[in-house]
């Protein structure tokens, strides 16, 4: 998991505060790897997300989820025999592991991690400011469903309709849940940090949810758990 950002500093300044994370130009366990320029989010010792300069304006400002596989060569392979395309090839970071990005069929880019020495993000039950899933939303979740199905086996966290809280020209996307004991106290954060709220607090099965963005408008979900 990690966010693609025009101002690295910027993006430290905002989730440091927000989430109370703090910041290492060493990747996980001490190991070197990854952009240059990447900066190392950790919450109470643990890795939690990684930061990364944007390298080209013209890309938008996002948050991307990585699904974890042991053999990225093979689900690549699969994807595009289902229907979805490679961005990237699966490439090595260093002695981290191996990443890739895709997109769905439906049009929702994420990527794939093969680990190495890192395995790898939200393995551990989400503390607050930690990861708490990375749910598709998708104007057609049932016709969404086999490719995700056959490929990968089923998303942990789901697929969810595009719908309500979303602007009609959304597009399809992963949006990465972060969890937090105080919603509107979260919110008030946000505001203060400069960031916006996209969406005010609706429920869900699993708590509360408010989608945000930061101040340099990438798009992440507050859950309140």
Known sequence: MDASLPDVEAGKRFYGELFGWSFDAVG????E?????AAWAHREGEPVASLLPKRDGRMPTVWTAYLATRDATAVARRITEEGGQMISAPAPMGRLGRQA???GPEGAVFGLWEPALHEG?????PARGGFAGAVLHTRDPEGARPFWQRVFGGLRDG???LTGVFPEVMP????????VDDLEGALGAVYRL?????AQPFTTDRGAVAVVTDNQNASFALLES
């Open 172 to 179: 399809s996307h992963f949006l990465v849940h972060f969890s």
């Open 159 to 161: 697929i969810a309709p």
């Open 28 to 31: 996980p366990r001490g190991v």
């Open 194 to 198: 400069g960031g916006r709220v996209q």
């Open 101 to 103: 990005l895709a997109v």
């Open 121 to 125: 993000f939200g393995r551990r039950p």
């Open 33 to 37: 790897g990854g952009p240059l320029g």
